[in-house]
């Protein structure tokens, strides 16, 4: 059994707490009180104690072939689309024409889906077909699906990890502020030599244009990193829903070690193309603030998928510039992800496309959501690298000049104008 330690108690910090909580003992590190996701503070005096579940050592020591896999996959995963935005932004999507054939959403998928999706359903029928498979799922693991997590304080952090269990770590701090995080957390710096790292944080830094391998790696020993990617939604993670997910790494030991930690409903890859996972993973952000403008505006399904086919060709050609891995931006870490966040209002991107195209103002929207839309930022940062070395991204540029009050109808014209 591990310990896991994650910073950052955002959705995504909080859905990997709780899937890797049915194999481990993990720790969540946020400002933010946690107590209302039902997670305790854990008390450093029982560091010896037993925790909220029993697990089988055994089983858990055991590498389990068929979550790892070093071959890459580029079959996408299937997106259970479901709502999780506020009131204003639903209602939006609420008034799109239920009548037109090129809008992905519509008001009768609105209308049903609390009650047909295994997240939002609150009283599952035992007939419901999704809940069969999904206790079929958890009957094939020795898990234990309704573990928990724990909350503990930075100032608790360091005698925690000494006495933990073969201790990893998990970054999953935004990436607008994960320099600052790492700047003023002092706690870590007198294991910064040993201490093993997971990032989830997707971006590329304001600025600087540095990608998170870049800060990370000058704070921490570029041998001790992993970084995830792949199509995962937080929410559906958390609720156990099957995905497929690649740890990229130097170190293949350590992101096999890694990969032993995650649950059974979690199939992970292995690879190694750091820099192409990273790209990647920023760039399909901005793609899908576009893929939102796309659906608000109604433009169609030919349109959509001329966008999401030339954003995917335009990203590539961005990564392969810094050395990235074609095959990387045809699988999961590329096009899998691309394809989930473009076309689903689980997607804290699309919805700022989509408010955009209804003529909501930017700081209005990013209010309203509550949490970081990581494409905002990375636009930013993808325009200003091309043009710093002269990089072709058409589509990245129109969604900056919207994000800059560009109107969409001037938006859209340059792209077709565009050969």
């Not at 037993?50 to 299937?78: F, G, M, P, V, Y």
């Not at 408010?355 to 993808?382: C, F, M, P, T």
Request: aromatic residues 8%; contains cysteine; hydrophobic residues 40%.
């Amino acid at each position: 059994m591990q310990d896991i330690f994650i910073f950052g108690g955002g959705a995504w910090g909080l859905a990997l707490g709780f899937a890797l909580s049915r194999k481990n003992r993990v720790f969540i590190l946020s400002r933010r009180d946690l107590s209302n996701q039902g997670i305790s503070k854990f008390n450093p005096q029982n560091l010896d104690s037993k925790t909220n579940r029993e697990i089988d050592s055994k089983n858990l020591q055991k590498l389990d072939s068929t979550a790892i896999n070093h071959n890459a996959d580029s079959n996408n995963s299937h997106n259970l689309d479901s709502i999780n935005s506020s009131k204003n932004i639903e209602s939006t999507l609420q008034n799109h024409s239920k009548d037109s054939t090129n809008s992905a959403i519509n008001n009768n998928i609105l209308q049903n889906l609390d009650s047909k999706n295994p997240i939002t359903n609150k009283e599952k029928s035992s007939k419901n077909p999704n809940n069969s498979i999904l206790h079929f799922l958890d009957s094939k693991a020795s898990e234990n699906a309704s573990a928990k997590p724990f909350q503990i304080d930075s100032h608790d952090f360091a005698s925690i990890y000494k006495s933990s269990n073969n201790p990893l770590c998990i970054v999953a701090i935004a990436s607008a502020f994960l320099r600052e995080f790492l700047t003023n957390a002092t706690y870590l710096k007198p294991f910064s030599h040993d201490i093993k790292i997971l990032a989830a944080s997707k971006g590329i830094e304001q600025g600087s244009g540095a990608f998170m391998s870049d800060i990370l790696e000058s704070f921490f020993e570029k041998n001790n990193m992993c970084y995830l990617a792949g199509p995962s939604f937080a929410k559906e993670v958390r609720a156990g829903l099957p995905c497929a997910v690649v740890i990229h790494s130097k170190n293949k030991i350590l992101a096999e070690k890694y990969a032993t930690c995650f649950p059974f409903f979690m199939k992970t890859y292995i690879q190694s193309d750091v820099v192409g996972a990273e790209i990647a993973g920023a760039y399909k952000n901005v793609i899908a603030i576009a893929g939102g403008i796309c659906d608000g505006l109604g433009l169609g399904n030919n349109a959509k998928a001329s966008l999401l086919s030339r954003g995917l060709v335009e990203m590539t050609r961005f990564g392969k510039f810094f050395g990235a891995r074609t095959k990387t931006f045809l699988g999961l870490s590329g096009s899998g992800d691309l394809f989930l966040t473009s076309n689903s209002t689980m997607s804290r991107n699309y919805r700022v496309g989509f408010a955009l195209a209804q003529n909501r103002a930017l700081d209005s929207i990013l209010h309203e959501l509550g949490e970081v839309a990581e494409g905002v930022y990375s636009a930013k940062s993808i325009t200003q690298i091309a043009l710093k070395h002269g990089l072709y991204t058409p589509i990245a540029s129109e969604v900056q000049a919207i994000l800059e009050g560009c109107p969409l109808q001037v938006a859209l014209g340059n792209l077709l104008s565009k050969r």
